[in-house]
T-cell receptor, first 112, second 113 residues
Framework: GQNIDQPTEMTATEGAIVQINCTYQTSGFNGLFWYQQHAGEAPTFLSYNVLDGLEEKGRFSSFLSRSKGYSYLLLKELQMKDSASYLCAVRPEGGATNKLIFGTGTLLAVQP | DAMVIQNPRYQVTQFGKPVTLSCSQTLNHNVMYWYQQKSSQAPKLLFHYYDKDFNNEADTPDNFQSRRPNTSFCFLDIRSPGLGDAAMYLC????????????FGDGTRLSIL
């Protein structure tokens, strides 16, 4: 089966750092994506990891450990606009298309 | 500028009355996907097209059908909507190959009366 686990909710303070964890057990692994989704809006792409290690992109970084089936998204210098749901998604199959299995998302609330 | 466009943003239909949701893209991507997302749940892939090749997920109900008449457009048809089909329907596109992110439209929120 396919299983992706994330915490349901997190709260953090403006200006702080927050780490959102994701663990996965899937039939295969060909990459992991993080998406941001504001309430009532479409998911938007944040980051992609396929090899172990840290990928940094401005205030957002994402880490992957394939042996542990584990990833995290790190958000620095939090802003109020970062309040959103953060979705972890795994690409279980190789090939041409990019079918994704999504986690249920972590709802992050940034407080003043 | 919107690159994946879904119409309408909100759709209301009656129980059992067929409904069609539309998606268009200006990205010229080969792959188009349809997801169903219910409140506080993960987006669930219904099916996808790789060019004209249709790929259905094993657990997608027969009530859901799709058409892709050309590269730019893709439609989701719900033949006999039930109350459980009320959800946000998301269309996404991607290029071919690993690591290519999916680009989502703003979604159509479907309500069933």
């Amino acid at each position: 089966g396919q299983n992706i686990d994330q915490p349901t909710e997190m709260t953090a303070t403006e200006g702080a750092i927050v780490q959102i964890n994701c663990t996965y057990q899937t039939s295969g692994f060909n990459g992991l994506f993080w998406y941001q989704q504001h309430a009532g809006e479409a998911p938007t792409f944040l980051s992609y990891n396929v090899l172990d290690g840290l990928e940094e992109k401005g205030r957002f970084s994402s880490f992957l450990s394939r042996s542990k089936g584990y990833s995290y998204l790190l958000l620095k210098e939090l802003q109020m606009k970062d309040s959103a749901s953060y979705l972890c998604a795994v690409r279980p199959e190789g090939g041409a298309t990019n079918k994704l299995i999504f986690g249920t998302g972590t709802l992050l609330a940034v407080q003043p | 500028d919107a690159m994946v466009i879904q119409n309408p943003r909100y759709q209301v239909t009656q129980f059992g009355k067929p409904v069609t949701l539309s998606c268009s893209q200006t990205l010229n991507h080969n792959v188009m996907y349809w997801y169903q997302q219910k409140s506080s749940q993960a987006p669930k892939l219904l099916f996808h097209y790789y060019d004209k090749d249709f790929n259905n997920e094993a657990d997608t109900p027969d009530n859901f059908q799709s058409r892709r008449p050309n590269t730019s457009f893709c439609f989701l048809d719900i033949r006999s909507p039930g109350l459980g089909d009320a959800a946000m329907y998301l269309c996404a596109t991607s290029r071919v190959g690993g690591g290519q992110p999916q680009h989502f439209g703003d979604g159509t929120r479907l309500s069933i009366l």
